[in-house]
């Protein structure tokens, strides 16, 4: 099953200041895991939506608004797709990311299964 | 957590973590079975404990490191056992029974020990039945009940094949070890027929009421492409994986309503996988740029992809494919691929030129009961007008498959032919 995992973002995500470089090669690292367990599809981590633009349609006229957004809560900050057999495996993989790994972080994912179109 | 939760995390976590255990066990008690069984104790005490003291936070950490305390007591036994037979001067072979760093044994390169686990799980000591069970069971995270059910035989056959396989491996002294030179490359290909056997029982279930089982389809995905981050110099791993990920995309097209079979040229391309069709070509631009674009898999896989690129079944380069029989047929001569051969000449030059080829088939003893030689004839004969016995062989391929969908739609193709040689009589 092909589950897309949406990280929600937040006031840090949000920030332009980079992650450490000892994060980034812990991310490499998990991104490395997830390839040799034959299981990653592909992963994005976006830039703040500060960089982003919202595109919409409405009563047949297109409007675009730059970012960034304020509600945090429903900001992505990262698209990662995985393949596994359960839906307990890809939260299984969450659990692994080394974002997660002090004490004080408050994190939501979403895990969203791929509609099969056939 | 609610209990069914837990043992569902726990089934998960057994999936992700079993092999590597099962792998890195090994590597310090120097038996498969051994190690196995020590990881079903860590297992068995995380069905115990886990409903109680809630999952830990490294479930995969916990597992190993529980396993690595039976592991140590394991040897601790054995070494006493060991000095008891010294005290009753019993000849003893000489044999290092040192407890091993055992942290830094499961540390180091858990990747090469996968490895070895792979070569030892499809060693050609083993029957090819072994092969797969193993394989599954050790590296796949399998329970001997899943392999059963997806093999529909009783739970008991699978447990018996693998505790024999098991034991010919201790008994044989099968080094735990990746087959270096010259008897790498026979190894690795048995290792990834292993792989493809099972993808392709998944893909045309022999039996059954179903066409195909694609847990079994998701099952072999998932080794081959372990298999190709653990040897990523190795063309026909690419090759293989390229194969089956072209497969794989078809999967959901290959069904119509009421689980049907439908045949690749009737397929609504739309429905194809776009993107493994794109992990199936990169793996396949992979295996040539190491040189194997004239492996078997990677053959196989060159004419997958020219299925896959093309957008609508007309679109199909069967010259080119024909061209990729020839050669496949020159390298690893078979009746199987010279019927398929026989199909793609159909397709390029006509049903007679085909019908020949098939027909020089016929008396083939190895294809002797494979319904796809007369399925294959019908279809040919059909194109011919020779409707009457067209239906002839589709009937004696319905007969022939032990898939009962494959078989409605032979019968369906019968009926059909049928219409068709009344209409011209």
Same mark, same amino acid.
């Given at each position: ?16 200041? #980079? ?28 830039? #703040? ?47 692994? !990311?080394?974002?997660? !790994? ?17 | ?29 120097? *038996? ?22 809630? /999952? ?42 040192? /407890? ?6 499961? *540390? ?36 001997? *009940? ?50 493809y056997?099972?993808?392709n029982?998944?893909y045309s279930?022999t039996?059954?009421?179903?066409w ?24 026909? /791993? ?5 194969l089956?990920?072209i497969q794989?995309?078809r999967?959901?097209a290959r069904?119509g309503?009421?689980?049907r079979p439908v045949l690749l040229l009737d397929q609504d391309r739309?429905?194809w ?20 674009s004239r492996g078997p898999y990677a053959l196989q896989a060159s004419i997958a992809a020219c299925h896959a690129r093309a957008l609508v079944a007309e679109d199909t380069d069967w010259a080119r494919i024909v061209e990729l029989y020839n050669e496949l047929v020159r390298i690893m001569p078979s009746p199987i691929v010279e019927l398929n051969r026989a199909v793609a000449v159909s397709m390029a030059s006509g049903p007679d030129a085909a019908l020949e080829l098939v027909d020089a088939l016929t008396g083939e003893p190895s294809l002797k009961g494979y319904h796809l030689l007369p399925s294959v004839r019908g279809d040919l004969l059909a194109k011919l007008g020779r409707y009457d016995e067209a239906r002839a062989e589709c009937e004696r391929a319905a007969q022939m498959t032990r898939n009962?969908r494959e078989r409605e739609l032979l019968l369906e193709r019968a009926r059909e032919f049928a219409a068709h040689s009344a209409g011209t009589n």
């Open positions: 099953m092909r589950f897309v995992i949406l990280r929600k973002s937040d006031a840090t995500m949000e920030s332009d200041i #980079p992650a450490s470089p000892e994060l980034f090669q812990a991310m490499r690292e998990y991104d490395e895991e997830m390839k040799k367990a034959g299981v990653l599809v592909a992963v994005e981590r976006l830039q #703040p939506t500060s960089h982003g633009t919202r595109v919409r349609l409405s009563k047949g006229e297109f409007s675009t608004m730059d970012g960034p957004f304020s509600e945090t809560k429903e900001l992505i900050a990262g698209v990662t797709m995985i393949e596994v057999p359960s839906k307990e495996e890809a939260i299984a993989w969450i659990k692994r !990311c080394p974002t997660l !790994c002090s004490e004080d972080v408050e994190a939501e994912f979403e895990i969203r299964p791929v509609l099969d179109c056939g | 957590m609610t209990a069914t939760a837990i043992h569902n995390t726990i089934d998960a976590v057994w999936r992700m973590e079993s092999a590597k255990l099962i792998a890195g066990l090994t590597r310090i008690v120097r *038996d498969v079975g051994i190690a196995e069984d020590l990881a079903q104790e860590a297992l068995i005490a995380a069905l115990e404990q886990w409903p109680e003291s809630g /999952v830990p936070e490294k479930p995969g950490a916990w597992l190993m490191t529980t396993a690595k305390h039976r592991a140590l007591d394991h040897l601790r036994r054995r070494q006493m056992l060991d000095r008891k037979h010294e005290e009753l001067g019993r000849e003893l072979e000489a044999q290092e029974l040192t /407890v091993p760093d055992l942290n830094a044994a499961l *540390d180091d390169d858990i990747g090469d020990d996968l490895l070895r686990l792979m070569f030892i799980a499809c060693h050609p000591v083993l029957s090819s039945e072994a092969r797969v069970a193993l394989t599954l069971r050790l590296l796949g995270g399998l329970t001997t *009940d899943e392999i059963a059910r997806a093999y529909l035989v009783p739970e008991a056959t699978i447990a018996q094949r693998i505790v024999r396989a098991k034991r010919t491996l201790a008994q044989e002294h099968i080094p735990f070890e990746v087959p270096r030179g010259r008897e790498l490359p026979q190894r690795l290909s048995s290792v990834l027929g292993a792989i056997l099972i993808f029982e998944g279930a039996a059954g009421d179903d195909m089982r694609p847990g079994l389809c998701e099952d072999a995905l998932r080794l081959g492409r372990i298999l190709a981050e653990l040897a990523p110099l190795e063309a026909e /791993v690419h090759g293989l994986v390229a089956m990920e794989a995309s999967s959901a069904t309503p009421e689980g739309a429905r996988d776009r993107l493994l069709i794109q992990r199936g070509l990169t793996a396949l631009e992979r295996a040539n740029a190491l040189g194997g009962v």
